[in-house]
């Protein structure tokens, strides 16, 4: 399974970028999907994820600006930032709750990482 993530760059305060992620390889069904993210010197955080039924849960710091969606068919999850802030800036990692087969346990994969710059 292999997870290709995109759309990152560099923005400037209070200007949107949408990412995209999306899962291929041998996928009997995807559970969970998300983004977690990583700024310099500190510890990677969940910014939100969404379950396959649409349930949704966000990090607090991203709540009102932020909105992940996920289209099942093509095993892809996406993450729109509005009003982003310099604080947001950090490597954006998606991740996918992968069952491989019927009965399978569900394995955890990560994508390779998005730059997300926030700067004037």
């Known amino acids: 399974v292999q997870l290709q993530a995109s759309g990152g760059g560099l923005v400037q305060p209070g200007e949107s970028l949408r990412l995209s992620c999306a899962a291929s390889?041998?996928?009997?069904?995807?559970?969970?999907m998300g983004w977690y993210r990583q700024a310099p010197g500190k510890q990677r955080e969940l910014v939100a994820i969404?379950?396959?039924?649409?349930?949704?849960n966000y990090a607090d710091s991203v709540k009102g600006r932020f909105t992940i969606s996920r289209d099942n068919a093509k095993n892809t999850v996406y993450l729109q930032m509005n009003s982003l802030k310099r604080e947001d800036t950090a490597v954006y990692y998606c991740?996918?709750?992968?069952?491989?087969?019927?009965?399978?346990?569900?394995?955890?994969?990560w994508g390779q990482g998005t730059q997300v710059t926030v700067s004037s």
């Open positions: 991740i996918a709750d992968v069952q491989y087969s019927s009965g399978s346990s569900y394995l955890r994969y």
């Open positions: 969404i379950t396959s039924g649409g349930i949704t």
């Open positions: 390889g041998s996928i009997f069904s995807i559970n969970a």
